[in-house]
DNA sequence: CAGGATCCTTTACGATACTG
DNA sequence: CAGTATCGTAAAGGATCCTG
């Protein structure tokens, strides 16, 4: 008897491991879900804004993870019509769904910070 | 009037954000979510099992992985005393602390799939 | 202000081969 | 079986300068 994918073959277990592969894809690299975080606080903020929220970001990274956010629909870039130009970031609707998974993170941010803290006194 | 940081001075802002660094810290890299959720499925698993699961995943990778994931206390290791070495890997129980964060996480990427598919007829 | 272009360093990741 | 070692590529990240 060959040895095969035990989880992979059930039909359950493979859409719910590919759903979390999917989801990571569109929300990978570091700094996909500080932004967001950010974003979901912030309301509306410039590039400007977020360079300083997101703290450690470069102007690089920040312009290729917005463009990357906004391709997925996840935020809405608009420039408004000013002297020297502004550009406006907000998280859509769509992004919002994103809601409930950085509240968890958050939630289980804070509760990791205390399990250390327990662990060490 | 000196621009400065908004959210960040806000302290309930602030440790929201830094906890979903912390947290998207431990979890960082391509892989972590995908490991976990394969063993919050899976009870105990061996490397193999895990280099079978964990799709296109290679063993360098899942090593590191699985050493980050043990050093952060989220799975355990488990060396069997057979002829060839046996070892098991399983979830901790603050290992499945995660589980609300990996639940979002699936139901997200199952739903996404639906707003693309709905989007594209 | 909002970013793109460039250059350079450092990780991350992958494929293959090898060992106790 | 459970990895480590080695090599090579690709992407991440930082610094600085530049433009509409």
Redesign the interface.
Known sequence: MK??????NNPI?K??????????E?L?G?WK??IL??LL??DKLRF??LL??V?GIGTKMLSKELQDLEMNLLIKRTVLNTKPVTVEYEITE?GK??G???D??????????N?LYKRSE
């Open positions: 040895k095969e994918s035990i989880l992979n277990c859409t719910r491991i590919s759903a979390i592969k999917d989801t990571m569109i990978s570091k879900f500080h975080g950010t606080l912030g400007m804004d300083r929220e703290e769509f769904t994103l409930s998974i950085i968890e993170i958050a939630k289980w941010g804070i509760a990791y910070k399990a």
